[in-house]
């Protein structure tokens, strides 16, 4: 019997190799084929992936920076101090504030931190006013607890 990939003669019914077998079963049978795009079910924007909705038409997408604080404790009842802050790390990511601790300048990690505490702020008060970028400063750990301690002032 020949090789089917490679006409070497063989014992085996098909291929000489595993080598051989793959390269023969990769070409006739590919593994990926190129996503298509796909369009929004709602609004037929264009959207590409596994999803069949855009962000606006989404009825689970929440855009947390146009919630107040009360709504966003009604929604996340234990969590809400954190999902302010992780709001505010992605603001902060996103702009073009520097990416280093503003008092000694380490660069190897950082932590942003509300100059103004989220307690401090009614509950009628916007997320977006919250992490306001005003409001929000890179600290390196120490100096951060510093600054939550009352050592540091900015």
Same mark, same amino acid.
């Given at each position: 019997?020949?090789?089917k990939h490679c006409d070497r003669i063989t014992t085996n019914p098909a291929f000489c190799s595993l080598?051989?077998?793959a390269s023969f079963n990769n070409?006739?049978? &590919?593994k990926?084929?190129?996503a298509k795009a796909k369009s929004c079910k709602h609004c037929r924007i264009q959207i590409f992936g596994r999803r069949t909705t855009c962000d606006d038409c989404n009825p689970s997408y929440v855009d947390w920076t146009r919630l107040t604080l009360s709504e966003l404790k009604a929604r996340a009842k234990y969590q809400h101090s954190a999902r302010v802050?992780?709001?505010a790390r992605h603001i902060y990511r996103q702009s073009n504030? &520097?990416?280093c601790c503003v008092v000694c300048e380490y660069d190897k990690h950082y932590e942003?931190?509300?100059i103004k505490p989220i307690q401090e702020f009614s509950d009628l008060t916007p997320i977006a006013i919250i992490n306001?970028?005003?409001n929000l400063v890179a600290l390196c750990p120490n100096h951060h607890w510093e600054f939550d301690h009352g050592l540091l002032t900015l």
């Open positions: 019997m020949n090789c080598s051989c077998a070409r006739k049978f &590919p990926k084929k190129t802050r992780q709001v504030r &520097p990416k942003v931190c509300h306001d970028l005003n």
